[in-house]
T-cell receptor, first 112, second 116 residues
Framework: DAGVTQSPTHLIKTRGQHVTLRCSPISGHKSVSWYQQVLGQGPQFIFQYYEKEERGRGNFPDRFSARQFPNYSSELNVNALLLGDSALYLC???????????FGPGTRLLVL | AQKITQTQPGMFVQEKEAVTLDCTYD???????LFWYKQPSSGEMIFLIY??????QNATEGRYSLNFQKARKSANLVISASQLGDSAMYFC?????????????FGTGTRLTIIP
């Protein structure tokens, strides 16, 4: 079975631009979470969606938004990019809330 | 708020030896979950092992075991018979029960290097 997939794998943007990252969960998984991992740190929670509804949000500005589609795939949007948004963005899925999260390979975003 | 502490930034271990990666946590909750993930240079976080706070026995998964000492709030990962492919970053994480969903709080990680 395919694992969590994310696209694109790498992305280079300039300050002020907008970016959309995509995630497809493991088949059958209804919950998707997004994390930001800055170089040298552990991942930080951004959002969790379950059954297309936002179930949780981390301490991130309103420039960050997300949504989940009927097929349970998800998009993470970041507006007005800052240099500090450069990071590895990880998507994780699980079958139901409180089950183990399985991560995708991540999208490496570089903001110049 | 939950907090995870990993005090070993890096470790070097001879191949085939056992290795223990330290993790301590801070929580006032009685019900919580602890996880270990492996992150190779490719970036993907690979789930290794899970321990629930009410589990009476230490979790084991193949060469991985979790030394869970609840009173000391520690959840150390033990890798037996280390292999070259074990070289990676290792993260300890806690699921926040009060968050009502899935928020994982991660430590800063330990970089493990296996020496041939």
């Amino acid at each position: 079975d395919a694992g969590v997939t994310q696209s694109p794998t790498h992305l280079i943007k300039t300050r002020g631009q907008h970016v959309t990252l995509r995630c497809s969960p493991i088949s059958g998984h209804k919950s998707v979470s997004w994390y930001q991992q800055v170089l040298g740190q552990g991942p930080q929670f951004i959002f969790q969606y379950y059954e297309k509804e936002e179930r949780g949000r981390g301490n991130f500005p309103d420039r960050f938004s997300a949504r989940q589609f009927p097929n349970y795939s998800s998009e993470l949007n970041v507006n007005a990019l800052l240099l500090g948004d450069s990071a590895l963005y990880l998507c994780a899925s699980n079958l139901e809330p409180r089950e183990t999260q399985y991560f995708g390979p991540g999208t490496r975003l570089l903001v110049l | 708020a939950q907090k995870i502490t990993q005090t070993q930034p890096g470790m070097f271990v001879q191949e085939k030896e056992a290795v223990t990666l330290d993790c301590t946590y801070d929580t006032s909750d009685q019900s919580y979950g602890l996880f270990w993930y492996k992150q190779p240079s490719s970036g993907e976080m690979i789930f290794l092992i899970y321990q629930g706070s009410y589990d009476e026995q230490n979790a084991t998964e193949g060469r991985y075991s979790l030394n869970f000492q609840k009173a000391r709030k520690s959840a150390n990962l033990v890798i037996s018979a280390s292999q070259l492919g074990d070289s990676a970053m290792y993260f300890c994480a806690m699921r926040d029960p009060n968050f009502g969903n899935e928020k994982l709080t991660f430590g800063t990680g330990t970089r493990l290097t296996i020496i041939p």
